[in-house]
């Protein structure tokens, strides 16, 4: 038995001795086809194969979409694109520069940066980027000089990209430039919002103000994209494939060009800076926005220049503020349409009720003055609204207390957004008891009831706000949304969408309320005492109102806001001139020739 035991043990170790041998013999094998491989790849043919390497470096280049253009309502192109040269470095070739320094200080001196200007360009939100084989957009619309040094330089320098980008242009430069706004590209800041970090990146345009901003994802398009084979050095070879990109879809405005032009030059001619508005009451369309003073939208195509940038920001007028949504201002007389129109609805007065104005109006110790030292005798509500009676008002504003002044003033849309369709819109105030106490840690007294009722103290509106309060009396009650896009077209004009105009809201008084007021709106302009008798057109009848509203940084702010023709409103006008003095004196010719300019120029009538 023993003896077989050794035996078998002797057998397994000569089968395992075997499989050893056999295994070691595969494995020898194995290696020798792998050293013969190597040396095939590195020696016969690795000089093929180190020509192929350098050869697919493989870069993408994005090819920005144009955007779409921009329109007035009749078709006149107010924002086209242009060819313009695009100066990229990318960011791999380029760290295989010798001497890194040197070619940043090369770079810098042909296109006006400054090599930590160009160092910030290639750090994307503080991470480095010299690994990224896209290119990292240096600098827009470079000069020819510059494209044709930098093409120079391409050949000793690794990394240099020059490639052709649309950019904005604006064919009346300053004209509406508050309506339409610009583009830029995007901001770290703006990176961190969602609306673009999941849609853009860094170096992308975008709409920064305006119509630009508000609808920039329709005129935005979709972008293409090249793929390049370049050699170690950045050079391209050749181009493997491309995406034409998408151009973005056009907008067509309800501004009309001639009317925006016309009130923009109606400004400039006494060089005021305020606003001209016009809208069609019916739909909620914007005809013209004028807000003066404004800016060269063209400035900001490519390369803002600095110098320019610096002026505009350092302004103390503010050109870059949109005075019709931006700026707040007290509505002064204006705001006694909303008065007279609630103490009528509560019966807080009747069209017959009375009261004697002296020129001066006295609570206890305090004084209130009306605009007319001498006073107005007694007058009732028509006359009071023809020639703006302070006092009648202070006294009916009294009687109402603020909590119906300021029922009445949110009822006319103070305090709220319009939801016109450009950003940045503001809402304005509408003071009330409590909001004085928690805002200025004060009760209401009486003296800003008086204040109030004549649209002067703490309550303030946008122009578009204040214009709203004429834009209810011509529409016999109710205001619709104001908007300034039309609708949306491809190629040839192809209508893809309209906007459909929507109510805001409406007045919740009485008809005959709304009656009384309008009849009182047209003796402002009829009556041999009314305040806006200059407004006054041969075969065309016009209701308004005129305001003189105090300021305590200048002069009096003008305003007027009328519309016409009474029995069929068209269109409302709305005027201030900033510091400009009485409404009746400046304003109102201002409106008369923006009345006559639509009737008589664009209507022919």
Not at 49 to 77: F, H, L, M, W
Not at 441 to 446: A, H, I, K, V
Request: glycine letters at 8%.
């Amino acid at each position: 038995m023993a003896k077989d035991n050794v035996a078998d043990k002797i057998k397994s170790i000569y089968k395992s001795l075997i499989r050893v041998n056999i295994l070691g013999w595969i494995v020898s094998v194995c290696m020798l086809m792998l050293f013969f491989r190597v040396f095939y790849l590195q020696v016969i043919r690795g000089s093929y194969y180190k020509e192929q390497s350098d050869e697919n470096c493989i870069s993408v280049i994005k090819i920005p979409a144009p955007r779409g253009y921009i329109y007035d309502r009749n078709y006149t192109p107010l924002v086209v694109n242009k060819t313009s040269y695009t100066f990229s470095i990318i960011p791999v070739n380029f760290r295989q520069n010798p001497d890194r320094v040197k070619a940043l200080n090369a770079i810098a001196s042909i296109i006006d940066m400054t090599p930590e200007e160009i160092e910030a360009k290639l750090t994307r939100g503080g991470v480095s980027t010299e690994y990224l084989l896209s290119p990292v957009k240096i600098k827009r619309n470079i000069s020819e000089k510059e494209l044709s040094l930098l093409l120079e330089k391409k050949i000793g320098i690794n990394g240099i990209s020059v490639s052709q980008e649309p950019i904005r242009y604006y064919e009346k430069n300053n004209s509406a430039s508050h309506v339409l706004g610009y583009v830029g590209e995007v901001t770290d800041e703006q990176m961190k919002l969602t609306k673009y970090n999941k849609t853009r990146s860094i170096g992308d345009i975008i709409g920064q103000t305006g119509i630009e901003n508000y609808y920039d994802d329709i005129l935005r398009g979709e972008d293409g994209s090249t793929l390049i084979l370049t050699d170690a050095q950045g050079r391209q070879k050749k181009e493997i494939k491309t995406t034409p990109p998408k151009q973005g879809k056009n907008l067509v405005l309800t501004i009309d060009y001639r009317m925006q032009n016309f009130a923009e030059r109606l400004l400039d001619r006494y060089q005021y800076k305020g606003v001209i508005i016009v809208q069609d009451p019916k739909t909620g369309e914007l005809l013209c926005m004028a807000s003066k003073p404004d800016y060269n939208l063209n400035y900001f195509s490519g390369n803002i220049d600095v110098r320019e940038w610096k002026k505009l920001i350092r302004n103390k007028a503010n050109p870059l503020n949109n005075r019709a949504v931006q700026g707040l201002y007290s509505p002064g007389s204006l705001f006694k349409i909303a008065v007279g129109t609630g103490a009528l609805n509560e019966g807080v007065i009747t069209t017959k009720d009375s009261a004697f104005c002296e020129g001066i109006y006295w609570i206890k110790t305090w004084p209130y003055k009306c605009w007319k030292r001498a006073g107005h005798g007694w007058v009732d509500f028509y006359h009071a609204v023809a020639e703006s009676c302070d006092i009648y008002f202070y006294k009916t504003g009294l009687k109402m207390k603020v909590e119906l002044l300021s029922k009445y003033a949110a009822m006319f849309g103070f305090g709220e957004k319009t939801g016109i369709d450009i950003p940045g819109e503001k809402a304005g105030i509408v003071p009330s008891r409590e909001w004085k106490l928690r805002v200025d840690r004060s009760p209401w007294f009486p003296g800003n009831t008086v204040m109030m009722s004549i649209g002067q103290g703490y309550i303030v509106g946008t122009p578009l706000q204040i214009m709203n309060l004429m834009t209810f009396m011509a529409n016999s009650g109710y205001a619709m949304v104001p908007h300034i896009m039309k609708a949306v077209t491809l190629e040839g004009r192809r209508i893809e969408s309209e906007y459909k105009p929507r109510k805001l809201s409406e007045l919740a008084v009485k008809p005959e309320v709304i009656d009384i007021m309008n009849s009182a709106l047209k003796l402002v302009v009829t009556s041999p005492h009314g305040t806006a008798q200059k407004v006054r057109i041969p075969g065309l009848s016009i209701a308004g109102k005129t305001g003189t509203v105090q300021n305590s940084h200048g002069d009096n702010h003008a305003m007027f806001e009328g519309y016409a023709p009474t029995g069929n409103p068209e269109i409302v006008v709305y005027v201030l001139v900033e510091f400009g003095g009485g409404g009746a004196e400046v304003a109102v010719p201002l409106a008369r020739e923006m009345f006559e300019f639509y009737f008589k120029t664009l209507r022919g009538k």
